[in-house]
């Protein structure tokens, strides 16, 4: 299994774009059709004027968390797969929003663990 963990601050966004639910789910959507992950749930939630967006992956999630009248983003993407490219879904993320500064950590996890059945075992009997 291998893990990638990136958490960034974008600063200097466009506050137009950061109060607008309907172009953060279709940036989300957009990052993750680049970055190869597959969406099972989108859900997201308008606190005017701060949007936050969460979308659970099959391989984990992808957040952003909205502060317009700060120009502020957090901006999360957690992938189970090798191939995710997070640092793309990061740029992404930057120039949609117009941030003008970025910090960004990324942690990557490899561990060679069995693949656990989740359906299967919900159905066993105890």
Known sequence: MNIKYLY???NGCRPDKLADEKVLVR???DISSEI???VVKRMSH????GVSVVFLLAESHISVHTWPE???ADFEIVSCT???DVNKGLEMAAKALGATKVD???SEYKQNVPVI?????RESKI
């Open 82 to 84: 090798g191939n995710s």
């Open 27 to 29: 940036l989300l959507d």
């Open 8 to 10: 960034a601050k974008l």
């Open 104 to 106: 960004k950590q990324i």
């Open 117 to 121: 059945n989740i359906r299967k075992r």
């Open 36 to 38: 190869n992950v597959h």
């Open 46 to 49: 308008y606190y005017g004027p």
């Open 70 to 72: 700060l120009g502020f």
